[in-house]
């Protein structure tokens, strides 16, 4: 073998890192901040509660130890941006390597797609994206390409009023989401890798009432798939494009944790753009 | 045992000592009661050593008590005793001191009252006075016995018609007394009106009803007379003691005191009635308590004190001497010394020493202690009569 | 005779701030035997056993017989006033600051004599008076001689006032404002007099019955409060903590399974978290500032309460988690009143029964209407006790503690 060929790997390797120092791809951060204030779901009261995060000082370079400064945390493994796991759901709870330490990494960073959600979901906080609609999306931007992300914009990130985020009225929560023949087309005919919202569930806030219920977290992790909750900053990226690195934390047994979702965007492409 | 109550035959009291009194003193307690030994042993004409027994009262000894002070002033007495009755020492001293000369326990016994006054000595000695005015006087404000005597005082004007100017007419004679008496704090007259006027501590008590605190002491030798007239020392004889504590504990205020319960054996064992008594000197921590002695003593009836403030007059030149050297509310109160000064004073003027105003022909004298407010009431009573010789 | 308590001045920011002084508070260890009684707000005595004479002051055996079976028991309190006296002078900081001080002697049906603060409205003596055992600044059991007749606020009396936590004129902070017995006790501040009502919420997609009519209320004002996040706790209170004259924590996490009920230690933790780590945050951040106000002007600093639960005295093995974490406060609660009585700043306890709330639907009546809890608190503020069991079960579960601890044990775990 001749030394002097440089394998491929290493070539687009090298180019990467290279697009990264010139910004000819771009980093965009996805992840909202870890802090006590970021509303986190609130299941009924009699039955068990995820915690909302919470920071406890150790010590503040004082007589708890004085050259530092660190914390203990407390928080679930769905709060804040977070990823879902196949086991978190009862639909995926037999299925192999389904637990954010067995996942196979390679899947951690994959492609995206972004549908543009956001002036239907203004108008009405209950709308449900629906196969039509995808397609509509792909007659302008082309066929969602199997095992990549769909991310549903909704620019719901940007209600930063805690209690507009969450959306509760007597009847329940109000967020936008999928409606189960959506979460069948993607993955029956798009064999998509994940379900993306920056709603905090990837399924819609009266999805209890859908049947079934909750059908983006019964379908895509009874078929192995993920889900990512709680993203922002998606009107920044570009319909197609981008890539994102999404790696949950080892955890074992681990059905999801909150994490860093970062999506690499070519240049030339980022920003808030609309067909 | 013969079944009869013995006398006080044989005992005599001698060398009236006072170490003058100081308003505050950054000396202890230690200090003025070795100053009134010395004065002693040097007034009798005899060395430590001849003290064989030693009776003690102070308020400011702690952490010592008459036990460190053998080993503080080099004495070995083969009789000791301690005594925490407050104004009532004196007078308990003296019984204990008899018996003890009497029954040849001891030949020469040394009572001595003395209290140093740091500027905060009030504040901490009242702060372990008692367990009951811990409990339950001094959470309610004044620290000290101001309240008690307020409320004694207030209960005994509604009842028997005492007036201000009743106890202040005592009080402005016996500064008329202190005035010729050298070692009194208080050295201006103090008129009436001035007495009404002076400003409220504890309704109705106002200032010139209550004793100044200050450091001094006041000590006197208990010996035979046999071993008096033997050492040329002038001399008192002791002719009857009497002492009562808690008594008449259901009355709900004090208006009388365990006086009234013995009285009539003090005058039997001396053999003598209450118009034989030339001076009385009355334990005068606050003027009401005065009154009660002059009453319980059997000088007038229980409530007829007022009327007999009236019709007396107490300078020592009166027609009832009456703290002839002007009491503590006049030369100042040296805590315990103020239950020893009367019979000090007492001694001074039976054998004709005294140092300020002049009893004549002073025969009988009556010495009267009272102390330790417990809680709402003084426990300790006691009465002596000591005759000139 | 008494004048209406009128609003304090403003206070002058740039005179020192007067620290709190405190009556005397040595006792024996017997005369503590009063504070059990007054702590619930009774006169106490001790009875003796054998021949049935009263005692006062506390002592260690009978004046009468001198047997050692002293019992304390309730007393009637009624007497007569048979001397008085007004203080001008006294060597004690804190009655010093507040001549001329009233005091009576009073003798009771009983047959003893006791000294007593004396309520400005009762006759001269000889007159007839109510003793009753408070709790003073000092946090000791002190006797108060009231009138026989009438029911004269001890707030309302203009010295004595100082034995209460009086709500008038003052700021309070309510820690959960939205629960119903938050809301309640907002409503049962105001009517009381306070100045002002910070009301403490959290989770704000939370939106049950009342809660927008609260928010509506005149001096109220909503404050962002969340007792299980140090950072929420500590920027409250460094943005007003200086200004909380009343702390009443509301704020609980009530669920109601035994120890096997629920797998897992979650809920249990949640429970802690609010219920106990969540009083121990507010008393670290509103604490020692409290401290420092405990005798600012005459509407200072001054209490502090905790709603606790019957079920912190004796575990319920039904809501068997949610007891522990009230054990758990009251443990916390005791370390924060003898910190807080330095500064002759009060804590209250209060021990409901069950609330007739949705945690206990399942229990049977009686159950306190949370208006009932609200009016608790109030009436322990205006008087002086420290311990309050309001409600039919409440009194109930202490009556039989105290009689047998170990029988209430098992009449719980039926």
């Known amino acids: 073998m001749k030394h002097s060929d440089p394998a491929p790997g290493t070539e687009i390797l090298a180019g990467f890192t290279t697009a990264l120092a010139t910004g000819a791809i771009r980093i965009i951060d996805l992840t909202q901040t870890l802090g006590p204030d970021f509303p986190s779901i609130v299941m009924p009261p009699e039955i068990g509660q995820s915690r909302a995060f919470r920071m406890e000082e150790i010590s503040r370079y004082d007589e708890r130890g004085g050259a530092w400064y660190w914390n203990n945390l407390s928080f679930g493994e769905h709060t804040g941006t977070h990823f879902d796991a196949p086991i978190h759901w009862v639909s995926g709870r037999d299925l192999p390597n389904s637990s954010t330490d067995t996942i196979p990494v390679a899947d951690f960073i994959a492609p995206a797609v972004v549908i543009d959600c956001s002036r239907e979901s203004a108008a009405d906080a209950d709308f449900l994206l629906t196969p039509d609609l995808i397609k509509a999306w792909e007659s302008v931007h082309g066929k969602i390409p199997p095992r990549c992300w769909v991310l549903m914009r909704t620019d719901w990130s940007k209600k930063t009023d805690p209690a507009a985020y969450q959306n509760f009225d007597e009847v329940g929560q109000h967020t936008p989401g999928p409606d189960p023949d959506a979460v069948r087309f993607l993955l029956n005919e798009r064999d998509v890798l994940g379900f993306g919202t920056e709603t905090i569930g990837t399924d819609a806030g009266q999805a209890a009432h859908f049947l079934p219920p909750y059908p983006c977290h019964y379908y895509m992790h009874g078929a192995g798939r993920y889900g990512l909750q709680c993203l922002t900053n998606l009107d920044l990226l570009p319909p197609t494009g981008s890539s994102l690195i999404a790696p949950p934390l080892k955890i074992q047994q681990g059905s999801g944790s909150p994490l860093r979702v970062l999506a690499l965007v070519p240049s030339s492409q980022a920003g808030a753009s609309r067909p | 045992m013969a079944n009869r109550i013995a006398g006080y035959d044989g005992v005599a009291v001698a060398v009236p000592v006072t170490v003058p009194y100081e308003r505050f003193s950054i000396r202890g307690a230690h200090w003025f009661i070795a100053s009134a030994l010395k004065a002693l042993i040097d007034g009798a004409g005899i060395s430590k050593d001849d003290v064989d027994g030693l009776c003690v009262a102070s308020f400011t000894l702690a952490p010592d008590s008459a036990v460190g002070l053998t080993q503080h002033l080099g004495l070995s007495p083969r009789w000791l005793d301690h005594v925490p009755m407050g104004g009532a020492s004196g007078i308990v001293s003296l019984r204990r001191a008899a018996r003890a000369v009497q029954a040849g326990d001891a030949e020469i016994v040394a009572c001595i009252a003395g209290d140093t006054n740091h500027v905060d000595s009030f504040r901490l000695s009242t702060a372990s006075f008692s367990m009951f005015a811990q409990d339950a006087v001094y959470p309610y404000g004044a620290g000290g016995p101001n309240t008690s005597f307020a409320f004694l005082t207030a209960y005994y004007m509604r009842t028997y018609g005492a007036t201000p100017a009743d106890f202040g007419k005592l009080c402005v004679a016996q500064r008329a007394n202190a005035l010729h008496y050298p070692h009194a704090l208080f050295k201006k007259p103090l008129t009436l009106q001035e007495y009404l006027d002076a400003r409220p501590v504890a309704d109705p008590l106002r200032l010139f009803d209550c004793v100044m605190p200050c450091a001094g002491a006041e000590a006197f030798l208990v010996m035979s007379e046999d071993r008096a007239r033997r050492l040329g020392l002038p001399h008192a004889r002791l002719t009857g003691a009497i002492e009562r504590h808690n008594a008449f504990p259901d009355d709900p205020v004090q208006h009388r005191g365990g006086w009234v319960m013995d009285r009539d054996r003090l005058y039997e064992r001396a053999g003598i009635g209450p118009e034989d008594i030339d001076l009385l000197e009355a334990y005068d921590d606050y003027p009401v308590i005065c009154v009660l002695q002059i009453e319980d003593l059997g000088f007038c009836g229980k409530g007829e004190g007022p009327d007999f403030i009236r019709r007396h007059t107490f300078e020592a030149s009166g027609n009832f001497p009456f703290n002839t050297s002007g009491g503590q509310l006049s030369i100042g109160q040296a805590g315990a010394a103020g239950g020893t000064l009367g019979i000090v004073e007492a001694i001074r003027q039976l054998t004709g020493q005294t140092l300020g105003a002049r009893v004549e022909n002073a025969r009988h004298a009556l010495v009267s202690g009272f102390g330790m407010i417990n809680f709402d009431r003084g426990l300790c009573t006691g009465a002596a009569i000591l005759a000139a010789t | ?414």
């Open chain 3, 1 to 414: 005779m008494s004048e209406t308590i009128k609003r304090p001045k403003r206070k002058n920011p740039i005179l020192k701030t007067r620290a709190p002084t405190l009556p005397p508070d040595r006792r024996s260890r017997v005369a503590l035997g009063l504070v059990r009684g007054a702590a619930l707000g009774n006169l106490e005595l001790q009875c003796c056993a054998a021949c049935g004479a009263v005692q006062y002051p506390p002592r260690e055996a009978c004046v009468r017989c001198l047997s050692p079976e002293l019992e304390w028991t309730v007393m009637s309190g009624r007497g007569e006033l048979v001397s008085e006296t007004t203080l001008h002078h006294s060597q004690e900081l804190f009655f010093r600051e507040r001549m001329p001080w009233r005091l009576g002697l009073v003798r009771l049906a009983e047959g003893v004599s006791l000294v007593a603060h004396l309520d400005a409205r009762c006759g001269p003596a000889p007159s007839p008076v109510r003793v009753e055992a408070v709790l003073d600044r000092a946090g000791q059991a002190a006797l108060v001689a009231r009138p026989a007749d009438g029911d004269a606020a001890l707030a309302d009396e203009p010295k004595l006032r100082v034995m209460t936590s009086d709500p008038r004129f003052r700021k309070v902070l309510v820690t959960d404002a939205k629960s119903p017995v938050g809301q309640a006790v907002v409503k049962a501040v105001l009517e009381a007099g306070a100045d002002l009502v910070w009301a403490g919420h959290c989770e704000p997609w939370k939106n049950p019955p009342g809660w927008p009519a609260i928010a509506e209320l005149p001096k109220v004002t909503l404050v962002p409060l969340d007792v299980t996040d140090t950072k929420s706790v500590n920027e409250l209170a460094a943005e007003l903590g200086f200004k909380v004259d009343i702390v009443i924590n509301t704020a609980e996490h009530h669920r109601t399974f035994g120890i096997f009920g629920r797998a897992g230690v979650e809920t249990a933790r949640a429970e802690m978290e609010t219920n106990c780590f969540g009083l121990l945050r507010l008393a670290q951040a509103f604490g020692p500032v409290m401290q420092s106000r405990g005798a600012d002007g005459d509407a200072g600093a001054v209490a502090w309460v905790n709603l606790l639960s019957i079920y912190a005295l004796s575990n319920f093995p039904q809501h068997a988690t949610y007891s522990a974490s009230m054990a758990a406060a009251l443990s916390v609660a005791q370390a924060l009143r003898s910190e807080m009585r330095v500064a002759g700043i009060r804590v209250v306890n209060i021990f409901p029964g069950p609330i007739d709330d949705e945690w206990n639907q399942l229990l049977l009546p009686p159950k306190l209407a949370p208006s009932a809890v609200a009016r608790a608190i109030v009436g322990a503020l205006k008087g002086s006790v420290e311990d309050v069991y309001p409600g039919d079960i409440a009194q109930d579960w202490l009556a039989r503690f105290r009689d047998n601890p170990k029988a209430l044990e098992r009449e719980l775990g039926r």
